[in-house]
Nanobody, 127 residues
Framework: QVQLVESGGGLVQAGGSLRLSCAAS??????????MGWFRQAPGKEREFVAT????????YYADSVKGRFTISRDNAKNTVYLQMNSLKPEDTAIYYC??????????????????WGQGTQVTVSS
């Protein structure tokens, strides 16, 4: 099994920044070559795609709502994926989840494209 643990969430004022991390542990060799993604879920809303990155880090894809403000990256030596969030807005408030998956389609935008999920970290942006 693979465990994903998110960290770095918190409370920030609008216009501020946060950096989320997602560390993989366990049978990490089993997800070599897999892409990683970030999703978020606001209260009363469905979980939505935020960003994804392929194994090598050469391809990334973002939801329109975060494009230009968020940056996804990964360090395979540390089994960690990051989400740098700048210019945060109150509408970015949500629980942020990281996930790992594999497949031929790109970009992987659906929840069903991912096999492993973390427990989530809360991000709250105050106005």
């Amino acid at each position: 099994q693979v465990q994903l643990v998110e960290s770095g969430g918190g409370l920030v004022q609008a216009g501020g920044s946060l950096r989320l991390s997602c560390a993989a542990s366990g049978r990490t060799f089993s997800i070599m070559g897999w892409y990683m993604g970030w999703f978020r879920q606001a209260p009363g809303k469905e979980r939505e795609f935020v960003a994804t990155i392929n194994w090598s880090g050469t391809n990334t894809y973002y939801a329109d709502s975060v494009k230009g403000r968020f940056t996804i990256s990964r360090d395979n030596a540390k089994n960690t994926v990051y989400l740098q969030m700048n210019s945060l807005k109150p509408e970015d408030t949500a629980i942020y989840y990281c996930a790992s998956g594999r497949g031929r389609g790109w970009p992987p935008l659906l929840i069903s494209d991912y096999a492993y999920w973390g427990q989530g970290t809360q991000v709250t942006v105050s106005s």
